[in-house]
């Protein structure tokens, strides 16, 4: 079976080795990764800046793009949240909220596609290394994903997870919001270094590229020894 | 971009320069948060308890006029008058009026933020008549000239040095020991409840099938503002009611875990009317003030009439992020984070920073904390799209015209590969620009070669392998 | 212009909610009263961790000497009560007055309370209810049973007769629902408290500063 890639725009740019990850993620659950050509962004940046109307265009574009898709998949619970907004886009009886429709109900998070749609949580995947997980507000409170995280990331073999204080709080990116109230973003930021210094952790995990990047540009500004790691990099552990 | 008297954006930096309020802050609100999430954890029933409080909250909602009708019937019947009043300042007005004709000179007054909304204290005081407030946090406020920082407790951002150090100010007292300055309020507030000529309390629940007026509290201030002065004036807004004594009760199972942690609070007072034929004390005289402030216009607009839910339990407060980090002073209303987010633009008076919805990180923690189903998240969606419906944004639009076109999006892309390493270099340059307060805690790792550029070969890669596994 | 403030905040309501507001969907559970326990070891157990204290008298004697002896333990000079059946029971008056103590009782009482017992020592009253779920006690004021009776004095004894335990607050308002409501009803739960100074716990901030329960074993 195929499994169309759902590559969000941060990803494509910054982070393309997360995507690599879900690629062999993908296969080695036995999957044939597709990548869609053509793919931009999916317009959450602009949709939180209130222009639903400049999003519609570029929804119709996913849309297309993504019809014929049987599943897709995306390394980010934010975009993947994004997609399932997409129908609230068109108006009722617009045909355009329909294959906005079926296209948000087939797309899912990777952790949530494996756990919820393949039933798999064990992918044979190792990883040593004690880490910390950032659960990400976008996966699970907006998304409601938190669990298949979890439940993959037990499975990992060598992997040891260490508790961080405050589990639930965010890091502060927030997308736009970090440009418009940087002294606010960075305050929260800080914190969550913090937390996640004291977990003792030598790596932090999360399913968020956007919390990622916030969080590895933290950490890199600081010149702290923790590795930022996305949920994929994690489950592609092991394989070469 | 609109202009306006308060800007969030310069208060909250402000706010988060002041490193001592900062930690007293950051202390007080991992308090109520552990408080609140032990006593949701008490009861197994909480999302029961929830649901019920919603179901009663959107009944009361739809059904607003005839309650408050009610009400208005009920309370008069029990010997109270009751007053409705279009706007803040209508509200402050008909309120100073009803005391000055009274002869009123002193007022004692429970925590309302009501009364903070429709800016009461500094109308009764240009009337030449003193309201002092009884909650001891509100009090420690109004003797420094401050306002409230937390719908709940006033004063979470002072510590006990400043509180001392006003203290020996005001009082001549000196003591840092917390208990023994409560004492020291305690005697000063107690000569005023003593001589005040009228009352003046908020309401947390008002009933209607019985013209009941619903107050919780701890520390008793409100009981006595409302039982020893011949005057009892409680200042609601209309969204306060429920119809029968059996919602309130619903009610009454959300908000006090959710407020603070308590199954009830020390003191829960049920007042319904004035003093009755033959008693010797409580009001001569009750009057109950229904404040509108722009809320019948919330309750007609069907996306965000759900605000009016809310039963000021302040538990999206303790759990905002941007909350937690720059308290309430920065936000310039009186009803500060998520639910003061929504509300506050939308009041008639004061409503502080238009752009206040875009202060927020998306993170959806007042959602998950509101135990009256408040979507704050799409509500605050819903103000952005307003407020951005009627400005350009040329950033915005520019970005999505460039994701409209793969090409022209991946060629921003490759030149911004060439020139984010001088990103760096424009922070260290301005660094109060906005890239250099975005980079001052970050270091940004700059563009990658795109992934659309490796998969193939990844591809590639990966078919061989699962085509020699199987 | 009152009448016109009225009238427009109701019809712009009525405008608002004509067309019937969406209800929720989603069907609730009633709420179920009246489940717990009522004994006096249940509502003492809850009461003494908010700060009362509690004492158990199983006879009419026991209780005049519960409450002589609080009298004396506490040096009450003065005293207010109630008039009330339950006072009676135990003589009240007479008890403290045979300790030394003065009492008030409300017909002593000028036209206005509270000022005039700002410095009386201990205030005595009964109960309409008590709550075993939170140790709550219910304080309804009417003619004879002042408000600031238990309120504005140093220390409060009420005396709990075991036929006036209710579950929990549910079960108190839908007993309220059965009559005209008084003009306060006061559920008091615990000691006067406040935590506005960085979140410090401090008990007696303005009402009275101890409040000492008799429980009524017979009654």
């Not at chain 2, 009764?124 to 509100?138: P, Q, R, S, W």
């Not at chain 3, 009386?120 to 408000?147: H, N, Q, W």
Request: net charge neutral; aromatic share 4%.
């Amino acid at each position: 079976m195929e499994a169309f890639l759902f590559i969000p725009c941060l990803v494509e740019h910054v982070l393309p080795q997360v995507g690599e990850a879900t690629a062999m993620v993908l296969s080695r659950v036995g999957l044939t990764p597709v990548l869609p050509k053509g793919q931009t962004c999916c317009g959450q940046f602009v949709y939180k800046r209130g222009r639903s109307d400049l999003v519609r265009p570029l929804a119709r574009r996913f849309v297309e793009m993504f019809a014929d898709a049987p599943a897709i998949v995306c390394p980010s619970g934010s975009c993947t949240a994004m997609v399932r907004r997409y129908p609230s886009l068109f108006a009722a009886g617009d045909p355009w909220r329909e294959r906005a429709e079926a296209v948000a109900a087939k797309t899912f998070e990777l952790g949530q596609f494996l756990v919820e749609q393949l039933g798999i949580t064990d992918l044979g995947a190792h990883y040593d290394a004690t880490a910390t997980l950032h659960a990400s507000c976008q996966t699970s409170r907006v998304l409601g994903a938190g669990s298949p995280t979890e439940a993959l990331l037990a499975k990992v073999a060598g992997l040891t997870l260490a508790p961080l204080a405050r589990p639930e709080r965010c890091c502060g990116f927030g997308g736009a919001f970090s440009v418009d109230y940087p002294d606010v973003s960075q305050a929260i930021l800080a914190e969550k270094i913090d937390d996640i210094v004291a977990s003792g952790a030598e790596a932090v995990i999360t399913a968020e590229p956007s919390c990622l990047l916030n969080i590895a540009a933290a950490l890199a500004k600081r010149e702290l020894p923790i590795r930022p790691l996305h949920l994929a990099e994690v489950l592609a552990g092991g394989m070469s | 971009m609109s202009k306006s008297a308060h800007d969030f954006g310069q208060a909250s930096a402000k706010a988060l320069g002041d490193r001592q309020s900062r930690a007293i802050l950051h202390k007080a609100i991992g308090h109520i948060r552990v408080l609140r999430q032990r006593s949701v954890n008490a009861m197994p029933d909480f999302s029961e308890r929830q649901a019920r409080a919603v179901a009663v909250r959107d009944k009361t909602l739809a059904r607003l006029p005839d309650l408050l009708e009610t009400l208005e019937a009920k309370v008069t019947a029990a010997g109270g008058q009751v007053h409705f009043a279009e706007t803040a300042d209508s509200a402050s007005a008909l309120i100073t009026k009803l005391l000055a004709d009274r002869g009123v000179r002193l007022v004692v007054k429970g925590k309302s933020m009501v009364s903070e909304e429709i800016g009461l204290n500094d109308a009764l005081a240009a009337a030449g008549i003193e309201a002092v407030e009884t909650d001891l946090g509100e009090y420690i406020i109004q003797l420094a000239g401050q306002r409230p920082s937390h719908i709940l407790a006033p004063a979470l951002h002072v510590s006990k040095e400043q509180v001392s150090e006003l203290f020996a100010r005001k009082f001549g007292r000196t003591s840092t020991d917390i208990p023994e300055m409560t004492r020291i309020a305690r005697d000063s507030l107690r000569q005023k409840f003593m001589a005040a000529d009228a009352g003046i309390t908020g309401c947390n629940i008002a009933i209607a099938e019985t013209g009941t007026v619903t107050v919780l509290e701890n520390e008793g201030n409100i009981r006595l503002s409302a039982s020893c002065p011949p005057i009892h004036v409680a200042v609601m807004t209309l969204e306060k009611v429920v119809e029968t004594l059996a919602d309130a009760a619903v009610v009454l199972d959300i908000l006090p875990p959710s407020a603070t942690g308590q199954t009830l609070p020390v003191h829960l007072s049920f007042f319904t009317g004035a003093r009755r034929e033959g008693e010797r004390d409580g009001p001569k005289e009750m009057h109950l003030v229904i404040v509108d402030n722009g809320r019948s216009e919330i309750l007609a607009d069907p996306v965000l009439r759900s605000i009016l839910r809310c039963i000021r339990c302040g538990a999206c407060l303790n759990v905002c992020p941007v909350y937690q980090s720059v308290g309430g002073h920065a936000y310039g209303t009186v009803y500060p984070g998520p639910m003061g987010s929504v509300l506050s633009p939308l009041l008639k008076d004061n409503p502080g920073d238009p752009r206040q919805p875009f202060a927020c990180t998306h993170c959806a923690a007042c959602a998950e904390a509101c135990p009256a189903g408040i979507d704050h998240p799409a509500l605050l969606q819903e103000l952005r799209r307003r407020v951005s419906a009627g400005e350009s944004d040329p950033a915005v639009t520019a970005f999505s015209l460039l994701a409209r076109h793969p090409l022209l999006f991946g060629g921003a892309a490759a030149l911004g590969r060439t020139f984010d390493p001088k990103l760096a270099e424009v922070a260290a340059v301005a660094p109060d620009s906005p890239v250099g307060r975005f980079l001052r805690g970050r270091a940004f790792p700059g563009l990658s070669r795109p992934f659309s550029r490796r998969f193939k070969s990844l591809a590639r890669r990966l078919s061989r392998k699962q085509g020699g596994q199987s | 212009m009152r009448t016109r403030a009225r009238n427009a905040i109701l019809g712009r309501l009525r405008a608002a909610t004509a067309a019937g507001l969406p209800r929720p969907s989603a069907p609730t559970i009633p709420r179920r009263p009246g489940r717990g326990v009522t004994d006096f070891a249940a509502f003492a157990g809850v009461l003494t961790t908010l700060g009362p204290t509690f004492e158990l008298a199983r006879t009419p004697e026991e209780a005049k000497a519960a409450l002589a002896a609080y009298v004396a333990a506490n040096s009450v000079k003065t005293a207010v009560r109630w008039d009330h059946p339950d006072l009676d029971a135990v003589a009240a008056a007479d008890i403290l007055d045979g300790a030394g103590v003065a009492v008030i009782a409300p017909e002593d009482l000028p036209d206005r309370v509270c000022p005039s017992l700002a410095a009386v020592d201990l205030g005595v009253t009964a109960v309409a209810y008590a709550l075993c779920a939170t140790g709550s006690l219910i304080l309804a004021a009417a003619p004879g049973r002042e408000r600031g009776t238990p309120l504005v004095p140093r220390l409060h004894v009420a005396l709990v007769p075991k036929s006036r335990l209710l579950p929990d607050l549910p079960t108190l308002l839908d007993r309220l629902g059965e009559a005209a409501m008084p003009s306060a009803v006061n559920c008091v739960s615990g000691v006067s408290s406040t935590g506005d100074i960085e979140f410090v716990y401090v008990r007696g901030v303005h009402g009275p500063l101890a409040v000492h329960v008799i429980g009524l074993d017979w009654l």
